[in-house]
């Protein structure tokens, strides 16, 4: 996109991190995601997809990822497009999920394993002699 206003705007909500070459988002925060927020054109974007509207183009249905794994950076050579797939297999990658929504468990046998004060994965196996 071409809008000089837009992009002011846009470039006094971060300040550019030295070390890393991130850029730190300080803009207004959303409340929902723990991600910043950017309106354009009357519409809301979190802080990266704004970001990568403003200097990379469209996004359409894809996620905007952060290959600096930095949620708060903006940097737009730090982020690329991936499917809701590959952000979740990002996200697993990094720890960031248990795999579900938070405190959901996924089974009856997860329910019982967390009854009992413990969760499958985690159990010690036997060695194999
Ligand atoms: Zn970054």
Redesign the pocket.
């Known amino acids: 996109m071409n809008d000089q206003k837009v992009l002011d705007r846009f470039n006094k909500n971060y300040i550019p991190e030295p070390n890393?070459?991130?850029?730190i988002w300080l803009g207004q925060p959303h409340c929902d995601f723990g991600y910043g927020r950017f309106g354009i054109n009357k519409k809301m974007y979190q802080d990266h997809r704004a970001s990568w509207y403003i200097f990379k183009g469209d996004i359409g249905n894809l996620c905007v990822l952060?290959s600096?794994d930095?949620t708060f950076?903006v940097?737009p050579d730090?982020l690329f497009l991936g499917t809701q797939s590959d952000n979740n297999k990002d996200q697993m990658k990094k720890g960031r999920t248990n795999g579900g929504p938070k405190g959901v468990p996924k089974s009856d046998e997860h329910k019982k394993n967390i009854a009992k004060g413990r969760r499958g994965k985690k159990f010690p196996r036997k060695p194999k002699i």
Do not use: D, Q, R
Not at 20 to 23: A, N, V
């Open positions: 890393s070459g991130c850029w952060h600096c930095n950076c940097n730090h």
